[in-house]
């Protein structure tokens, strides 16, 4: 049966009928945060603030910039490993994240920056939206190629919303730290990602297999973005932490569990193969896993030593997981990942959950000296007597709570994007730019081989 | 008849010779702003500065160095999107840009930096030149491919001067705030290339028709100029505003401005095409219109929800402006504009000088804070009795003075770029690489279609 | 004879015994810096510290990241001009620098950063460990697509190895500066490779030449390596500078060089052509020539029109070395060097290294004041009495130890990597990725010309 992708009634409607109400709910509830209002002159003179550099900009506008580096150019140059769906890559995670911070932006604020009927927001915000559409971008990574960009918004809509929720159970509730994200953005956007593309399982993918491939130039575009994803992480982990030594740690750990995590990757890619030689895909997404798996952890007292050691471990399991894992999944339980996700995102975050718990358990007034110990888990108010061991066995609940809400979530989202009338490619055009986008026709591109049916990449 | 585009004495002439001239009016003028030079450490002590970090360094270097991106990987691979033109693009706009920015610090050192015989340069001396070269690079986009790179630098020796002018009317004359440039840079600098193109105009151009679109990664490239301008556009906005809640507040409008903007431009690319399919040309150029619009208003109250309403309306403009103006100008104006600055900067600009006039206009004490209105507007001195709706007058004075300034001198200097012997390509060989750079041929390039002309890619 | 270029056992069993070896040393060795641990609450207070702020990791940390892009993306990138080698050039840059930066992490902290049996981190320790391996990236390029994996991590260990002895005899037996290392990263790094490649000499090498010429779209790859070389040197130079006016003036003599040196570099190269037209291996490269000759005088009062004058000359000298100096190298003294970096890094950071030392002994009171004459130089302690001259006549004796520890190092080096063993390509396979990566085949990539001997790329 012939799909209908016809985009030009739907995908208009959705965009400016969805940002009309981002207006309105702007317009109600958004305001500038106190450092980013003109008032600030005299709130400053108030809080006796020597210095206009006491403003929260300059602890965190840096970072910000480069996780937002990092879910635009990261992401979106990751996913054009694929020979003929770039645009498709690029454009819809530039769409989706757009739209996605807005949204989160709005959800986050109702949760976290509410006060007296407003949101107000500052760089902490934006970040945090960040964050929060790179749990998106992640989700994206097991569909792409296999969904129309309305979707996509719809994917985006639930997603944000339930991650706002699931991180508000954790760090309002459960008071769990995790700055970086091992739990709420990956944990959380893997399993959800992976529940919606098994929901949306294509028997006869096969049919656009050949398009599944890369082809030389789209491999060294992705590398474009696995580099700025590997370079910038230690920003990712320790742009929201507490000022001082917290983001100056997290940098370090970060640092440390990326390179160690890039020579294991090197090593069982090469291991793996019979032929010994390097697979393009493991060190585009592999080499990343160290930094995942640090999330939690990173702002905690894990030494460089233990980043390495993460780092280590977490590069052959992820490399390991494309070779054997995922084909697994695909054959078995019927998880089309494109990007393997799984391997990049699900199981480097659940195991950075069980790091950063069993780091927190480990705490102790030696290594932190005792308010360092306070503020490092913010032991006050109500915390106060909260012991290191317990919020340790609170960090593990994180992961769990972040699991149950992904594949809850996940199945119901998955349910909605099979409604019929959204528009989602047929199985023969799937990971193809053609369906949605205006594309040159030149024997550049993979387009090429439709002309020439003999001229047919192999796919790795 | 035949051009001829030979470079070889004209061009190391023009660049030898300007440069000596750099050396020699650098050796007369320029010397290091204090907080740059090494008598800081006695200056400090007598300001009681508490400490190195109060040094302005600490305050603009993040923000110069995503301008810095902006100007040179933003604006150079955002015109690469053409099939054989990329060398091009992305060079001459490296050496305009290299001039461009040395011009422009004693240009605007005399103007504003200009002491007891000395220009004093520091890192917003340096951001206030890569904004003057931005409006070079701008012109630069309406011209793209049918000039020589001395043609270029001519261009930019006398736009740099006159930016230099029209910024000093606006901001010491008319006391005019414009901190992120949507009169200053983008009015002025796409009116100005406008103006030249209109007086360069090729009636013949069709004869180089099938260069003029893009192959697949060419569009690839150019969305790594996109997304860097993209996601650098709220440094470049605050990169020159007040100290504190000032840059704080710029880089937050900015923010919701570009990510509203991508939205509507989706819309509107894929409703104004039958197929309902999206156009890489909008992606590329209308999501970057937001930006724009907010220059002048970032750093004043506009509000997060009133840069989503800009943002809005930009995008909607601008797509609007690719699909029906475009042609309109070309055919009946005779304006051919290669990159359609007339979308991205001169209709954005213009709203943004509006939007900046409208919400200087609307200033109260009530939303400033008494402090916080005088700073933001620098009522001080002889400006201490203006008015917030004097203030909105003078900055809609300054659009059209930016206006005019561009239209004179854009048609001065475009009859000056007319003159015979600058090596300017033949009708035939515009958008092309090969007569000014030493190409690879391969079959990847576009040169592939010379050999082969049954392989005509389709121009968008 | 046929080479054994088989990876599988030989390069798994090198990157994980010796990435175990590392989280060994690094858990005897490695803690964090007091400002990066969780008692620097307590330090805080006892060191009177007014805010968070003053943490180091503000001073430096944006800086660190453009040093990260560099390093990973700048030189990854500018290496994948090759028109089928892009994998290995930013792959394997990849590997050698993430195993690099930790090796150099012990080496450094074991010569400046060791206390009481441990090596204290911090983020100056990340900026400085990038440095180290920058060095060995320059050394790659010499040796760029000629070697196997294993040679290059062999290469690592014992380059690092080596610049952190010649840093210390340089920074603390000398008492040298060299902020931005055009003695001890550039000197070093560029005669130790060539010295390497010396070695390797392959006299059979043009079995390989029409692999050695670019495409069209590699050339636009290696312009985002250059960029990002271009545009964050700046931060490169100053990174590690003392905080405040020092970092402030690094930036902007550095600013200064790199764009005077694009205008000369655009001159020669077509000045050098017959035809006039430009080449892209001279901007790629050239262009940067005046990044690395202010590498040491940058952080000094060299003043923005000395700094004019070095990167007029070092692009000159750059281009001039591609056109005339590299083909003599190759056939006289045998010396083949892929990427040029005998004209980018070995003459201009020996160019670097005379002009700091000019620069030390031109200082007077008079220029830096008191105070800042004792702190740009250091003069305390030990060194309180020596004089500018004297600094100049150490500094240049710095360049001497820097070029004596490259060319004995690197006949050593090549010696070893000489061994049978370790896999090197066979001539005709030299600057084929087809050798140690799984690479899609498509018609895009150059292995094309393999399925099509009638299209061969003419080799610049």
Not at 183 to 208: C, D, K, W
Not at 368 to 392: M, W
């Given at each position: ?337 494109t990007c393997g996700i799984h391997n990049l995102h699900a199981m480097p975050g659940f195991i950075g959950g069980i790091v950063g718990a069993v780091t927190a358990a480990a705490a102790t007034e030696e ?55 959204l528009g989602d490619p047929a199985d023969e055009n799937c990971f193809e730019d053609d369906v949605y986008w205006e594309v040159p026709e030149d024997e550049e591109s993979g387009l090429y081989h439709m ?10």
């Open positions: 049966m012939v799909k209908n992708t016809y985009m030009r009634w739907r995908l208009p409607l959705v965009c400016l009928l969805w940002e009309a109400a981002m207006i309105v709910l702007f317009g109600v509830f958004v305001r500038f945060d106190p450092e980013a209002d003109a008032h600030w002159k005299e709130e400053q003179r108030q809080k006796n603030l020597t210095s206009d550099i006491e403003n929260d900009f300059y602890f965190r506008y840096p970072s910000f910039q480069d996780v937002h580096v990092m879910i635009f150019v990261g992401f979106g140059f990751l996913m054009t490993f694929l020979q003929r769906y770039g645009f498709g890559a690029v454009g819809f995670n530039f769409l989706l994240a757009a739209f996605g911070i807005q949204w989160a932006l709005l959800m986050q604020g109702w949760f976290h920056s509410f006060e007296n009927g407003k949101i107000l927001i500052g760089v902490e915000n934006l970040i945090n939206a960040d964050f929060c559409v790179g749990s998106v971008c992640i989700a994206f990574g097991a569909i792409l190629g296999k969904t129309s960009p309305v979707q996509l918004l719809i994917l985006t809509l639930f997603q944000v919303t339930l991650f706002a929720v699931n991180e508000y159970i954790l760090i309002s509730l459960l008071h769990v730290k995790d700055a970086g994200g091992s739990m709420t953005i990956h944990t959380f956007g893997a399993y959800f990602g992976l529940t919606v593309t098994r929901i949306l399982y294509r028997p006869n993918l096969e049919q656009s297999k050949d398009k599944q491939g890369s082809v030389y130039h789209s491999d060294l575009f992705a590398m474009i973005g696995t580099l700025y994803l590997w370079m910038y992480w230690p920003s990712f982990n320790s742009a929201v932490s507490n000022h001082g030594d917290a983001q100056h740690r997290a940098a370090i750990n970060t640092y440390c569990s990326l390179a160690s995590c890039v020579l294991t990757t090197v090593a069982f890619s090469s291991l793996l193969q019979k032929k010994g030689k390097l697979d393009m895909v493991h060190i585009q997404n592999a080499t990343l896993a160290g930094g995942v798996a640090v999330g939690t952890g990173a702002e905690m007292m894990l030494t460089p030593y233990g980043s390495l050691i993460v780092g280590f471990l977490c590069g052959i399991v992820s490399t390991v997981g494309f070779v054997y894992l995922m084909p697994f999944l695909e054959s078995k339980l019927h998880i089309q990942d290594v932190y000296g005792k308010e360092g110990l306070i503020s490092a888990f913010d032991f006050t108010g109500d915390y106060k007597d909260r012991t290191p061991s317990v919020q340790g066995g609170f960090q593990a609940a994180g992961i769990f709570v972040s699991l149950a809400m992904a594949l809850a979530g996940g199945a119901i989202v998955g349910a909605i994007l099979k409604m019929p009338f002309h020439d049916p003999t001229l047919k990449p192999v796919t790795s």
